[in-house]
């Protein structure tokens, strides 16, 4: 009996009275009217009546309008309301609403699934789709889809325990424990131990396969990578197979399926452990080439995981030989580490778990023991090479960088291991990529070393010989040979042998500058060999060779004397002289009583240097010239030195300083003349060229001697002039002394003209020792008034003064000094320059 029957049949039970008797008439008089039944149910519900009750009347109300899902949701949302709730009810109403109704199920169906998933009850949830997926439109049921997607991936995969051999699960274990558990299950399949491997077995979710396997069918394309990626979690390797081969690429004439461009790197993988996990060798190795082919920037993770199928398979041969094979094909270190690490825990776990098979005894002892030493030497050499192997990568890296070579020649033990890395390194390098000046040549001294050191001469002779013809870039590799070669011939058989060696390099070309433009234009296309007599190194080399072996007393028929001599004017001609070459050059004359031509060679080379080098070389020659030891030159010559001296380095800006007093030191030595020694001591005061700090001591130096020497009158014009063209800071000074020389010659009243005059250069808080002077001087010769008036200026000047005291004095005006009442001396030795020498502009005119 179906309930619409019962509830006919439960009527007399129900109705109590005549509320209900009232309310069953009017549905029997107008049962389609359903304010009636509402307020019928109302009424039950306000005066308490049991649930059974209640439930029989929502019956009888749903069953009066079957397919008005408004009914149905208050009849299930009233259920949901009971203290006990019994959720098979319910899924039954919400079944029973969406076989009955037709329209207007949306959310029926998104309750009766949410509901289901509420619950975790897959069947319901299941059930619930399918309805919704009926009764609803189209557009809903992306809705309905992600509802059930979004259960999927957070409650029911997670539950799914994934086989903690795969790759994306290494993060949650040990990969020692990874190999050893690989090894188990290699080792057993292949039936070399008859344990399985331990653990737990890899579980698949078909519920959430076959769902997704339905959606993909109709999800959008924008989706379906993410959904293949979710379909791989279930391990259901049966269902995702096909699956993903629908989007793969088949070579029809190998019926293979091979990885597609269009699927990310990440699915594609997902396709080789489905091919793992339902042992399908064949088809997975040859799906692995593949991968290895179009995805070659993950050749590393490729390699591991082709690396543990070998293990997990029992092939371990395989393995060793893939890792090996690999280990020298990396290209940089990041992925040298990964490799390397792993074969060296892949041996360390063999040895250790053969170690404990061995241990039972219950296994070929012979075979195993094989084993075990195959790998306990495969990981002691895997430590031993390290190094080696590092370089390798370096080399793979750039062959052309020498550094890396002569590091792989210390790795080496033996001299025969060495010699076989040195000439495979000169094989292999490119002398026009090497980018080190200088090391390849080294590289070929140290080959050739190896057999001069253990007496095999001719064999370093014709490797070093060889060099020679390489086509280098940089001159330093051929003088890193050449000096080498050198040295090593100077110490066996001597310095002619030597100086031969460097000779060959030395013969200077005709036309050499033609040859040096040409190679330093060429971009590393014209060999260095072409431009090598432009060695500096090997010219000092030369040199130092030849002077070692020169007799002291060695003249013009000496062979090495004229040897150095040739090779040091070759120098200066090819313009690589330095300044510790002139010295030595000129002090090598010297020695050999060459002193003229020594004077020479600073003429020549002189010109050649800075400014700042000529200055250190014109003293050296002046020293050398003025020397009586050395030379006997007329005093016209050395005063011809010391004004082409001047001339020269003036032009240029030097401070000529000490040139100056030296110049002047010599003119009243040699000719006596006091007067033309102080004008020396003035052309360098007033010469723009000479810095302040030596200007003011040749001033002083240039004054002095002419009050001891020349008297009163030119010590004044000195004066005058000296505080005119200096800058008012640095005149003061000169302005006390002036007006001390003055007072000590009675002229007071010119003395006290002087002080005021300087007063007025500098601001009195900047003039302290002036002011010092000036009163000292009031008190020792003035008076009351005079005193009083040094006073009133200081006043006046210090208030009034600003910080420009230049301006301040041009401003006021020229103070003329008073005529001095003695005239003692009178000089026509030295000439003023007051009309002649031009003045600072920003100093105070003097008009005395």
Known sequence: ???????????????????????????????????????????????????????????????????????????????????????????????????????????????????????????????????????????????????VLHFLEEKVLPLTQLDSTQEYDEENIDEAD????????????????????SGIESRCDIWSSQLLERYLRVAPQQRQHELLNILAKT???????????KYLMRDEKREI??????????????????????????????????????????WVFLTLSLAKYYISRGRLDSCGDLLDKSLR??????????????????????SQFILEKLENELFDQRNWTKKLEHHMATFESLINLHDIYLNDVALRQDSNLVETWMKRVSLQKTSAEKCHIYSEAILKIDPRKVTTPGSFGRLW????????????????????????????????????????????????????????????????????????????????????????????????????????????DANSSNKIY??????????????????AMVENFALFLQNHHEVVESFQVYEKTIPLFPPEIQYELWIEYLEVATSPKLTLLSPEHIRFIFE??????????????????????????????????????HRGAVSVSTHLESRLQLWGMCISRAQSTLGPSIARELYQECIQVLPNSKAVAFVIEFSDFESSMGEIIRAREILTYGAKLLPPSRNTELWNNFEVFELKHGDKETYKEMLKMKKILDSDMVIDSESVSQREGNINFVAATTNRVNSHDITPSNATQSVNPDEIELDI
């Open 562 to 579: 004229n040897k150095i001599k040739t090779a040091y004017n070759n120098v200066i001609d090819l313009r690589l002289i330095t300044p």
């Open 445 to 552: 001294c140290l080959y050739g070393d190896l057999y001069w050191n253990t007496n095999a001469t001719s064999t370093a002779r014709e490797l070093w010989a060889q060099s020679l013809k390489v086509p280098y870039p940089y001159i330093k590799d051929l003088e890193e040979i050449y000096l080498n070669w050198a040295e090593r011939e100077l110490s066996k058989e001597g310095v002619e042998r030597a100086v031969s060696v460097l000779e060959d390099a030395l013969s200077i070309p005709m036309n050499p500058d033609a040859l040096l433009e040409k190679f330093n234009n060429g971009q590393k296309k014209v060999p260095a060999q072409t431009v090598v007599f432009n060695s500096l190194r090997i010219w000092c080399k030369y040199i130092d060779f030849l002077e070692a072996f020169c007799p002291k």
């Open 178 to 197: 990874l190999v050893n558990i690989l090894l188990v299950k290699g080792l057993a399949k292949v039936g070399f131990i008859s344990e399985e491997p």
């Open 235 to 245: 391990r259901d390797n049966a269902t995702i197979k096909p699956i993903y081969e």
């Open 257 to 298: 399926y091979l990885p597609s461009s269009k699927l990310t790197f990440a699915l594609n993988f997902n396709y080789l452990i489905v091919l793992e996990k339902l042992d399908l060798d064949n088809q997975y190795e040859e799906f692995m080439n593949q991968m290895n082919v179009m995805y070659a920037e993950n």
């Open 644 to 681: 082409k001296a001047l001339e020269s380095l003036c032009s240029h800006g030097i401070d000529c300083k000490n040139i100056f007093i030296a110049y002047s030191a010599l003119e009243e030595k040699v000719s006596g003349l006091v007067g033309k020694s102080i004008e020396i001591l």
């Open 1 to 147: 009996m179906d309930s619409m029957n019962k509830a006919t049949v439960n009527i007399d039970e129900n109705i109590r009275n005549d509320a209900d008797v009232a309310f069953e008439y009017e549905i029997q008089k107008t049962p389609q009217n359903i304010l009636t039944w509402k307020r019928y149910l109302e009424y039950w519900k306000e005066e308490g009546r049991v649930d059974e009750q209640i439930r029989w009347l929502y019956e009888r109300f749903c069953s009066q309008f079957l397919t008005d899902t408004s009914i149905w949701e208050d009849y299930i949302r009233w259920e949901t309301t009971r203290e006990v709730v019994k959720t098979s009810r319910i899924f039954s109403l919400f079944q029973r609403c969406l076989n009955s109704c037709v329209h207007d199920c949306d959310r029926v169906c998104l309750s009766y699934l949410e509901l289901a998933i509420e619950q975790h009850d897959l069947t319901m949830i299941r059930h619930a789709l399918d309805l919704s997926l009926i009764r609803l439109e189209g557009g809903m049921h992306s809705k309905v889809w992600e509802s």
């Open 329 to 350: 094909q990396t290209l940089n270190f990041s992925d040298f580490d990964r490799i390397y690490s792993f074969y060296l825990l892949f041996e360390q776990q063999c």
